[in-house]
């Protein structure tokens, strides 16, 4: 086994219930090519931070990934089953300043009534470059209006579904634009997201973000760093916001899981203010969270 990989597989039964885990060799065949994750991306994920072998935000993660599966009609996921998985995983790459864990659940292979399962945990990648000179985002326009949610639940906004095509385009989309990162504006004109980042913009002493309710995945990362806010005399608070009131603010970030707090530089191409002292602060604290 690789060194710095590690699988877990989750068992279940006909009925879809996890019935426990067992690990795996991350190098050999483990889903078969007519399961649903490969034939229809029908399947929902996690992706956890492990700092210094110790699962940050888990719960709520896994809270996150029961709500994913049942706006997916999936079987709900045991907690206590996948966060033993995730603690197990984590435990091996103890000694890993940063590593993280990718919890799976698809609806299993075509025709057949058992879901699949899977945990899969390696180190992450060096972010410090993103986490102090900043990234270039652009604004694209994720051609949906910002009720979509509650008007066509059928689309799985705010879902964190296996179907990451479009989030993949996106990313290649701000690359062709010489962009690191995108940020979805819906066709109503409201800021929504990034294609794998939750969006947080400081204007005076308030933290802020966008609503779920826009139909975007509630951020793990955005909450802790909420909670953490009144430490650097900060207020959480959750808003809608347009281009002109990211413009327009004292700076802002894209923050997520692995990566954590990313400070945006320039926003199509217009360079903004990045606040150091502040990523530097919250990057210190994501690193140190100890659950």
Do not use: C
């Not at 079987?75 to 206590?80: F, L, N």
């Not at 103890?94 to 899969?120: C, F, I, S």
């Not at 199509?268 to 140190?288: H, K, Q, T």
């Amino acid at each position: 086994m690789a060194t710095h990989e590690h699988l877990i597989l989750v068992e279940h039964d006909v009925e879809g219930h996890a019935t426990g885990w067992v690990t795996a060799h991350p190098d050999l065949p483990q889903v078969r090519v007519t399961d649903v994750a490969a034939t229809r991306g029908d399947g929902v994920f996690e992706t956890i931070s492990i700092g210094s072998g110790h699962p940050q935000a888990l719960a709520a993660h896994l809270e996150r990934f029961a709500r994913s599966a049942r706006m997916l009609d999936l079987p709900e996921p045991d907690p206590t089953v996948w966060a033993d998985a995730v603690r197990a995983l984590a435990d091996l790459l103890a000694d890993h300043e940063e590593a993280w864990v990718k919890t799976v659940l698809t609806r299993g292979v075509e025709g057949q009534p058992m879901p699949t399962g899977w945990a899969y945990a390696t180190i992450s990648a060096d972010f410090r470059r993103e986490r102090t000179d900043g990234i270039d985002v652009v604004l694209l326009d994720r051609g949906l209006r910002s009720d979509a949610a509650t008007t066509s639940p059928w689309l799985l906004a705010g879902a964190k579904t296996l179907s990451y095509a479009v989030n993949r385009a996106a990313a290649r989309e701000a690359a062709r634009r010489g962009a690191d990162d995108a940020l979805f504006v819906s066709s109503d004109g409201l800021l929504l997201e990034g294609p794998t980042s939750t969006l947080v913009v400081r204007r005076g002493t308030e933290l802020l973000t966008p609503p779920a309710a826009l139909g975007i995945l509630p951020g793990t990362t955005q909450v802790d760093l909420f909670a953490a806010a009144p430490e650097w005399g900060l207020e959480g608070r959750v808003a809608t916001l347009t281009a002109a009131d990211l413009a327009a603010a004292d700076s802002a970030w894209l923050v997520s899981s692995v990566r954590h707090a990313a400070p945006i530089r320039s926003i199509d191409g217009v360079e903004r203010a990045i606040d150091s002292e502040l990523s530097a602060a919250m990057n210190g604290f994501l690193r140190r969270r100890l659950r």
